[in-house]
């Protein structure tokens, strides 16, 4: 699906491990990967600097990454000096990079407020698709099971989809990648609407079923012309409940979400639907944001 990745990590959220599977993220079709590490400048002299001692140690960690790397896949370093959401804009660009990977741990809305999330402040900042990883699960996978993991990273996908502007804007953005996806990677798709409980009608409520499954065939078979394996489901009851019951009912590598505006992702503090599966999901979310 992507063949371009920025590897962003602090050393804290495990996604550092990740030198060791080169091969295998090369194995789900990527043929350039960026690790890189942001180090903070130094504040030891009247001028904030570049602490190239840390630089250094940085570099010797991500070394790995450089051996035994398969013929045909290119793999980077980058240790900037300064703060993370200035630093990775410039090596977004400089790479055309087309996903970032990026842990964060499950925290509420408070939580992020007091500590700040340099993941979700990249959803700000970049329309390049953005997989997030919680640190909980990959520090503790053991080698065999993340080599597994990083073969399969978006092979299936949970789509939540509602037919609202947002929802319709990462279907494009599948469509779009899906085209021209590499062998080993996208596979499949499952659609999922739940339609929130309401009215006192039953027959309301039948209704509006019967019309979420109408629309999402309409999607499936949008999908399926790019020779993607298609289910749809279609679930009453409160959506975030309902996707994460989902998500651990079926074999799925990353739930997507989208956002078609500044006032879903990127306001961080409305309460949405994308983000709460971004804050509150264990499995990995890969979110696309139209930032316009």
């Known amino acids: 699906m992507f ?3 920025l590897i962003c990590t602090d050393f804290s959220d495990g996604l550092h491990r990740l030198v060791k599977f080169v091969p295998s993220l090369a194995a789900c079709g990527i043929k350039q990967i960026v690790f890189l590490h942001s180090v903070p400048l ?8 570049a602490d190239e001692e840390k630089i250094e140690q940085a570099k010797a960690r991500f070394s790995e990454a450089l051996q035994g790397v398969p013929e045909g896949i290119e793999v980077k370093i980058e240790v900037p000096a300064g703060r993370p959401l200035e630093t990775i804009p410039r090596i977004l660009k400089d790479n055309q990079t087309d996903v970032v990977l ?4 499950i925290r509420s809305l408070l939580q992020e407020k007091i500590f700040g999330s340099t993941s ?8 390049a698709p953005i997989m997030i990883l919680r640190p909980q699960l990959i520090s503790t996978y053991t080698s065999e099971e993340l080599e597994l993991r990083c073969q399969h990273l978006w092979r ?3 789509i939540p989809y509602n037919d609202s502007e947002a929802a319709r804007y990462l279907i494009e953005q599948i469509k779009q990648y899906a085209r021209n996806r590499p062998e080993n990677s996208l596979e499949r798709c499952r659609l999922c609407w739940v339609v ?18 109408q629309k999402l065939e309409s999607v499936k078979a949008e999908l399926e012309e790019l020779d993607l394996q298609v289910d749809t489901e279609v679930r009453q009851g409160n959506p975030l409940v309902e996707i994460l019951d989902v998500a651990l009912t079926f074999d799925i590598s990353a739930i997507s979400v989208g956002s078609d505006s ?3 992702l990127q306001d961080l503090t409305v309460p949405s639907f994308a983000n709460e599966v971004l804050r509150q999901s264990w499995f990995p979310v890969l979110c696309f944001s139209k930032n316009q």
């Open 120 to 127: 979700m402040g990249l959803v700000k900042l970049t329309q």
């Open 262 to 264: 500044h006032g879903t």
């Open 102 to 105: 990026a842990g964060t741990p």
């Open 42 to 49: 130094s504040e030891k002299a009247a001028v904030p600097r």
């Open 156 to 158: 299936n996908l949970l």
């Open 196 to 213: 929130s409980k309401g009215g006192r009608q039953e027959v309301i409520t039948d209704a509006r079923l019967q019309e979420a499954q």
């Open 3 to 5: 063949q371009r990745c």
